[in-house]
């Protein structure tokens, strides 16, 4: 009895864009941001506890935060940031006009310290396997 041939299944990689939470930033301000001419994928959060629970799940490269959350709020977020090896910024922090250049730069960063950090989970993995 013969077998039906295999067939070959293409199995592709999907390459996830980097996430840019937005915390209580008003579509006036988003638009001041430019990220449409980034390969990101925005995430909108109306207010910043809900968003310490989505940052653990989204795992954002960046977080914006808007002026008018409060600073112990603001803590909160940089706190979950921190863990996540994510960026942080209030509003405010850097001129409008600047804002893209560091969002592009804090992304690059970011990538780098997460891409440094898997490099050195899989060492010690690559030795026990080895």
Known sequence: MEQAPLTKRDSYVRLQPDVVMLVRIEPWEESMLLLRDLNTQVVR?????????????????????G????PKDFELLVDEAYELRAAVLQVGQVPFGKLRAWIAMALDKVRQRRAAEATEEEAPAQLAAG
């Open 45 to 65: 959060v109306r207010h910043p506890l809900p968003a310490c629970e989505r940052m653990r799940v989204q795992k954002p490269a960046v977080i914006i935060v």
């Open 67 to 70: 002026a008018s959350v409060r």
